[in-house]
């Protein structure tokens, strides 16, 4: 199977939050991939618990403020690059490089003053792309290219 080249940054999709060409970084040090969200609430209901989250904040042209529900997540230990240990709530979404659509697990955290709003680790990546550090926007120039 032969692996895409993609850069250390780019821009994707994410049909299910109405989210496109959101600027994403690439990073081979971190596992697992994460999203900035602005609100992450657990909520007891009669069914059970739910997971009530708002992605991005007002500083991002993404922004909606729309709250989505998710009934499927798990809780999970984190260590960050600085060794901090937290614990983060984990869910599904499928995310679209290169006109393909992938699913994968995302940590839901708050990445106030980061540029990127989302990073994708190496549990998406490794099995599907090659990182040239020295490139940019790859598969959002393919996206552009395909779809003029």
Do not use: W
């Not at 403020?65 to 600085?82: D, E, L, P, Q």
């Not at 998406?124 to 490139?135: Q, Y």
């Amino acid at each position: 199977m032969s692996k895409t080249i993609i850069g250390r940054k780019d821009k994707i999709d994410i049909p299910f939050l109405s989210i496109e060409n959101i600027p994403v970084k690439i990073d081979s040090g971190a596992y697992s991939s994460s999203i900035h969200c602005s609100s992450i609430e657990l909520l007891e209901t009669d069914e059970g618990q739910i997971l009530e989250v708002i992605f991005l904040d007002e500083n991002n042209v993404n922004f909606s403020g729309k709250k989505f529900i998710f009934n499927t997540f798990r809780k999970k230990k984190v260590k960050s690059s600085t060794g901090d240990e937290q614990e983060r709530f984990f869910i599904q979404l499928p995310v679209v490089l290169f006109d393909k659509e992938y699913l994968t697990d995302f940590s839901l955290t708050r990445r106030n003053g980061l540029r990127n709003p989302i990073l994708l680790g190496r549990k998406l990546t490794s099995n599907h792309f090659v990182i040239d550090t020295s490139m940019t926007n790859v598969s959002y120039k393919h996206k552009k290219k395909i779809h003029k």
